[in-house]
């Protein structure tokens, strides 16, 4: 095993201040000793799935989509709920992904930061489209973690230390530390 582990942090949010940023602005912060967490930026830049452009010749973001997750040991998304499901742009990127070999046995988590008692469509779908990619989604590495917007500093971070522990020992399992 190697001895740092890359952590891709991958949100299903196009908000800048939404609650999953935050919590993976956070998982950047906090990453235990041997890992480093790195936030995928590019969500909003994808081009719509076309399966016509699946193939030699992919889009450039789309490249650099492929090639991010490639370079990770481990993927960590954090996703809003919308209409009982994923959000479109962030259903846009999974798209996207399936045609590759990139996540295939890749281990993946998410964390649900969503009130107590929602968010549970889009954990299903992340986990039905996951598993036509080969992810290898670890349970144990999975969390609800709510996140109460008094609890977000003025940097975008989440101050409590409760919840920055949790996130940290989602990062610790997924890297499998």
Request: glycine residues 10%.
């Amino acid at each position: 095993m190697p001895t740092n582990r890359h952590v891709l942090l991958i949100s299903g949010s196009l908000r800048e201040g939404s609650a999953n940023q935050s919590v993976l602005r956070t998982a950047a912060e906090v990453a235990p000793e041997g890992v480093t967490a790195a936030l995928y930026p590019g969500l909003g830049g994808l081009p719509h799935f076309n399966p016509d452009e699946d193939g030699d010749r992919l889009p450039a973001p789309v490249v650099e989509l492929r090639a991010a997750i490639a370079a990770a040991d481990a993927l960590l998304f954090c996703t809003p709920e919308y209409a009982g499901t994923l959000p479109g742009s962030f259903k846009n990127l999974l798209d996207w992904t399936v045609g590759g070999v990139e996540i295939s046995d890749k281990p993946s988590a998410w964390i649900n930061a969503a009130a107590p008692g929602r968010g549970r469509g889009a954990e299903a779908t992340l986990r039905a489209v996951l598993g036509y990619t080969g992810a290898l989604v670890l349970d144990e590495a999975c969390a609800t973690i709510p996140v109460d917007r008094a609890l977000v500093g003025s940097d975008g971070t989440i101050t409590d230390p409760a919840v920055r522990a949790r996130i940290t020992e989602v990062l610790a399992r997924l890297a499998g530390r």
